[in-house]
């Protein structure tokens, strides 16, 4: 068996690898194919593995297995227990709890135990989306994919070494490395499928990432043995070639790899442009490209590789949350940042437990349980900042989440106004969601008709009043809610829309139909206005010219014809229609914009305020189509939140300092307090 020797330009490899993830992550347009340093990383990671455990001196499986992993995890886990340990304290105190860092806390929990890319393919969390981008912990996603790794190749390895010395190096030992291939293969092709059907699975699942770890362990087993001294001029012109061949793969890839083509096709290139570098065990170090990658600076940080990787993203994600990253010298900070704390911990946190003189003495399975001790310990440190952030936050939303989160549940009530208790039963419906309030033990009869809802998100964030409205006057009712799959919005026919939406439309109305009773009533609740932005970025256009274009104003008309033919449906049925009318909207998230610490941040256009008459211009469009719907059908009617909301010539996200509204347009716990008396007074006056 051949020992292995280091190769410095391996290390190299490793720096150009994490500088295109750091440069991607900071600024996707300077390098937009800079994401595949990580798959870089994985065909380095199977080949440098699977040579530490060729020549492992272990002679039992036993000895075999735990020396692998008690190195493993003195590589692994004390650099990454600290990154997320301090990263868990600094999301708590300036991280806002909201939809866009829902999964960071569950991300955070599962990377200790090296399945953070679960949790992130079971919640579709794909890499290139918004959410993603705000977790701090996305990038535990590739750590988790080689760690799971590490479970099946060890014993993969042991019994190619075992057969390997029972056949004293004959050619039947190739059956291990067959069986490696079909793995291989099998992992690519469910790969491929993957990429178009599931692609979140096919980016984060261990499963269709084996085959690039996979090829790097391969190389390094069938090349162990390859000379070149015997070998032929065809054969060595071709290994002079191929170093040239893989650099110019990564740089194709490097600068036009595409996002929603990944990892098939544009993986392939950078696994194939890793390998061709690597060459193999036994190859030619002089050649001109080799050498680039081992010198001095980029061993350096080849070295350090890991620190960098680490802490890079965190970095990034926490200047996202508070000051920005948008300007140069912010994104060099950002880098100074990244340099400074890696050097720290690689120099006093990874380097220290990975090669301390004691440690490395302990017996293999006395160092697997004192790292796994360490990893307990940081996930209890971590589910203890989690559990208490209202304690130790700095941000107002953390800190007051009854003000700012629109639960299932009305905040601040008076138990003497509610006459049932109620009970919430949950449910999926047509690709959608119910929530279904039920009173129970109400102190009298009521008299109120059932109410069903039907909308989008908006529906949702009136889940306060609806169980309040319950409580005090024992309707049932039921609230059907899509995401971005709203209902009647006056800008486009109803089913112009996503075919999961109309899917889930068609079935909602349909049971609407089939369930409810005359004299029922049927509230809209949707966005029916242009967005100034998303809660991560202001979105690049003029709202007043996508309501006001002929494009706009065509769609209007067909959507109106739309409305009339659903309108009578209910109608017909003797249902009572209540249309919302258009909401307050602002440019900036509230929940991103209202502690010291990130008030500045340039999402936070308009300083949570909007002129009212430019509102009042945006939704007169749909004001229009409402009162032309009620002029026609007489048991149609709007109720309009927006006097309340807006009772001066400025619109403001907060009132007496207490938010209104979350994000630009969905309200706030406290916004529900606010409109409930006006949505009750509604509702009784139609009775």
Known sequence: MNKNTYRADIDGMRAIAVLSVMLYHLNADWLPGGFIGVDIFFVISGFVVTGALVNSHATTLLNFIADFYANRLARIMPALIVMLCVTALLATLFIPRAWLSELSERTALFAFLGLSNWVMQHHNDAYFAPRAEFNPYTHTWSLGVEEQFYLVVPMLIFLWIHNYRAVQQSQQHWWVISFFFLLCGASFIGCLYATQTYPTAAFYFFGFRFWELGLGSLLYLVSLNRTTATASRLVCTIQNILPWLGVLLLILTFLFAQADQFPWPWAVPAVLGSLFIIGGVKTNNQSPIRRFFATSFLVWIGKRSYSFYLWHWPIYVLLRWTTGLHTLPLQITALAGTFVIAMFSYRYVETPLRHHVHITRWHPLLRITFFVTLTA????????????????????????????????????????????????????????????????????????????????????????????????????ISVYAFTSCSFIDFRRPVFDQADDCNKFIQTIVQQILDTAHEGDFVFLPSLRIERFGDQWSTLERDVFISMYNPEAMKLRLLAMEDAKQLIQLFTDKKLQIVFEAPKPIFKAPPFRCADWFNRHNPICIGNNQQPRIELERLRQPIMASMYEIVDKFSSVSIWNPFPLLCPDAVCYAFKDKRPLFFDGDHLSAYGNTVLYPSFKIHFEKLL
């Open 377 to 476: 310990l940081g996930w209890w440190l971590a589910q203890y900042l989690f559990t208490n952030s209202i304690y130790y936050s700095f941000s107002t939303v953390t800190r007051h989440s009854s003000d700012w989160h629109s639960s299932n549940h009305m905040p601040y009530t008076n138990p003497a106004e509610r006459r049932c208790q109620v009970k919430l039963q949950h449910y999926f419906v047509g690709g959608g969601q119910e929530f279904r309030y039920v009173p129970q033990d109400c102190r009298y009869q009521a008299s109120f008709r059932n109410l069903h809802v039907l909308g989008d998100s908006h529906a949702m964030a009136y889940l306060p009043i609806f169980e309040q409205f319950s409580a005090e006057t024992g309707t049932n």
